[in-house]
């Protein structure tokens, strides 16, 4: 459950939902009565495929029918949070007044000028497809922003618009991963990261962090861990859903090590680049010497500019690879929305980092960012890492767990506690590990 943290369960809160900050109210866990404490249990990552055919099923009465599933699905662990989904969507259905801390969204409209793009788009008839790697119009703007923002040089025919980041991350992994090779995922992560290796048939390779370290990957640790089946290290920075931020430096250490091993290349996940708090500053990996050849980066607009419903992501990196993503794009899904595309545009036209609509938002995140962390050090076996981006603040709650809480029981592990969270708080939050 928490690999992070030697299995001690952390959990995510958002600060993205200006609500959340005025109105929740949750109950003290510090007032919990303590029954027993005991450690966290151990979670095999190893992958256990598992083909069910169910005797009986109420939509497959023929018992002639092979319900059997593919070993690719069955590799793929189901959520966790999918119960709890599914009860705060019910109370949510039945009226109540439940505070949502779980998707990864900010409550800001997406700026006019982006919207009104997108309406104009509409307007002016402009919803047929559009070339499988996204308009030349896009691509350039992309290449544009990359140059100015992050110091790197692209063609357009080295950007592939997707329909959001996170298809633009697992075509990547599908398109340079085997099975066999090793995918490297520092944690805590961004909880598709191993369900993507594993949809490859790669098998995921969690390397922990510590509190104590802001939660940022060890390069010595890193080092002693690569092997030659290792393929894909992927870093995450700002980091969901930590908030930490790799400095500089430290990634110039990282790049010294991936140089000495030719199969290894980085996937740079630079979702949350500009909502990040002074005096942290970004630093794209593939800007490092040696490293433009090595690395894929992944970037969208949905964060940025909040715009997470108009799915609009990109990769950016060495022809040879970003082709063979286009190429398992276009059977799978084909090019990205025409009226996003057109607001994509606009919002790379809003100037650099954004302009002041971004600005404006990231002033407003920093803000609830304080005030969370301000409240959460005062409450008592709590630990926190201040985020240095994202709008996520990341919790551990685990000396609270082994304690019974009155009309709920026992608080077992980072599971019921966002159980109890939900039953007795009505927050709606998101465990991570």
């Known amino acids: 459950m928490a690999n992070a943290l030697h299995n001690a369960a952390i959990s995510r809160v958002m600060f993205g939902d200006q609500y959340s900050i005025s109105r929740c109210v949750v109950p003290s866990l510090s007032t919990l009565p303590l029954r027993a404490m005991h450690k966290g249990k151990h979670v095999e990552l190893n992958r256990t495929v598992m083909v069910v055919k169910a005797k009986t099923n109420s939509d497959f009465d023929d018992s002639d029918v092979d319900i059997s599933l593919s070993h690719r699905v069955n590799a793929v662990k189901l959520s966790k949070t999918l119960s709890i989904c599914d009860h705060a969507t019910a109370l949510l259905q039945a009226g109540v007044p439940v505070i949502r801390l779980f998707f990864g969204e900010s409550d800001f409209d997406t700026p006019g000028a982006i919207a009104e793009a997108g309406m104009n788009a509409i307007r002016e008839g402009y919803t047929r497809y559009t070339p499988n790697a996204g308009t030349l119009e896009l691509r350039q703007a992309i290449c544009h922003k990359l140059k100015e923002e992050n110091g790197i040089t692209y063609s357009p025919d080295q950007i592939v618009v997707s329909n959001g980041a996170k298809q ?158 286009e190429k398992i794009q276009s059977q799978f899904t084909s090019g990205a929305s025409s009226i996003s595309q057109k607001a994509g545009v606009a919002a790379l036209g809003l100037g650099y980092a954004g302009g002041e609509a971004v600005s404006t938002m990231v002033k407003a995140f920093r803000e609830r960012r304080d005030f969370l962390v301000e409240s959460f050090r005062e409450m008592d076996g709590v630990k926190i890492c201040e985020p ?46």
């Not at 992994?173 to 490859?200: N, Q, W």
């Not at 500053?281 to 090595?294: I, N, Q």
């Not at 708080?425 to 465990?431: E, Q, T």
């Open 388 to 433: 240095q981006g994202g709008f996520y603040v990341f919790l551990d709650f685990s000396s609270y767990y082994g304690r019974e809480a009155e009309g709920f029981g026992v608080i077992e592990n980072s599971d019921s506690l966002c159980r109890y969270l939900l039953d007795k708080g009505l927050v709606y939050s998101f465990n991570s590990l």
């Open 168 to 325: 633009s991350i697992v075509q990547a992994v599908l398109a340079v991963c085997s099975p066999g090779d090793e995918v490297i995922i520092p944690a805590p992560f961004y909880v598709s990261y191993p369900e993507m290796a594993r949809l490859a048939h790669a098998t995921p390779v969690i390397l922990p962090s510590h509190i104590s370290s802001n939660f940022l990957l060890d390069s010595k640790l890193l080092e002693a861990n690569l092997t030659e089946r290792s393929r894909l290290l992927i870093l995450c920075s700002p980091c969901n859903p930590t908030g930490s931020v790799y400095s500089k430096k430290l990634l110039e250490e990282i790049a010294q090590i991936v140089a000495k091993h030719p199969r290894l290349l980085v996937l740079s996940d630079e979702n949350y680049e500009h909502i990040i708090y002074a005096p942290a500053t970004h630093t794209s990996f593939a800007s490092l010497p040696g490293m433009w050849d090595r690395t894929l980066i992944v970037n969208g607009l949905s964060k940025t500019f909040a715009m997470t419903g108009w799915r609009l992501g990109y990769i950016a990196g060495p022809k040879h690879f970003v082709a063979a993503c």
